[in-house]
């Protein structure tokens, strides 16, 4: 008999012990793969949007000044690329724009800079945009057959300038985390961002005399660029914008 129970209770601990190997082994998996899929959510995060849009611009003012018009016209070129970041950070590259025209703009999350650079001139013009000067008079939402756009009215209290904004979306399309742009404030893209949680297929821009349209041609998906799109170069004379 005490062969027997000692036979016995080996038994036991060797089954026992066996369920506690298993059940480990299965812990273990079961990290992995959450290590795993973590590492899948975080490639997932680092893609970024790259928009390429057409650029048309209207000079609705005729009595506008000839070099006044045509500068508009030649400022914004034919098309712009667009890339939003995984962390909210945004550059923009003019195509087709004049000699006098944009080359790039972007704008930096980490330092909530936008900065503009012009062809003609080696000067960033940069000023923060957690600033409004713009006060958002009214806005309007407008549903349409497979989306809706946002219509904005602001003014500048300074110059009693008005702007006219609207962006169309496609419902369920280019969606992304309004929160990454909870402090671009200039001209309210916080406030559309925040409504929408997605990029616009078109934007129409009107002030002073002056009507520009954005439509997007197309989307791709790309790894987020490296941080030299977002920051200033070293041979550039920073210019703070009042």
Request: aromatic share 12%; with cysteine; charged share 20%.
């Amino acid at each position: 008999m005490g062969k027997t129970n000692i036979l016995l209770r080996y038994l036991v601990d060797l089954r026992f012990s066996s369920i506690f190997m298993n059940m480990r082994n299965v812990l273990w998996i079961a990290i992995l793969l959450q290590i795993l899929l973590s590492c899948g959510g975080k490639e997932e995060s680092k893609l970024a949007f790259k928009l390429t849009y057409s650029t048309h611009v209207e000079i609705l003012d005729q009595s506008m000044p000839i070099e006044t018009q045509n500068y508009f016209l030649q400022k914004y070129g034919d098309s712009v690329e667009v890339i939003y970041g995984s962390q909210g950070s945004i550059r923009s590259d003019y195509y087709g724009s004049g000699p006098k025209g944009l080359s790039y703009i972007f704008y930096n999350q980490s330092t909530h800079k936008n900065c503009a650079k012009w062809k003609n001139l080696e000067k960033l013009y940069c000023y923060d945009v957690r600033r409004n000067d713009y006060i958002l008079d009214s806005s309007k939402y407008i549903k349409t057959d497979n989306g809706f756009m946002l219509k904005h009215y602001s003014q500048n209290p300074n110059d009693e300038e008005i702007i006219i904004q609207t962006y169309t979306f496609i419902d369920d399309s280019l969606k992304v985390d309004g929160k990454l742009y909870s402090n671009f404030k200039d001209l309210s893209f916080n406030v559309v961002l925040a409504k929408a949680n997605q990029l616009p297929i078109k934007i129409v821009q009107t002030s002073e005399g002056v009507r520009i349209t954005t439509e997007l041609l197309n989307v791709s998906r790309i790894s987020d660029p490296i941080s030299d799109l977002y920051e200033i170069m070293p041979n550039l004379i920073l210019q703070n914008a009042q």
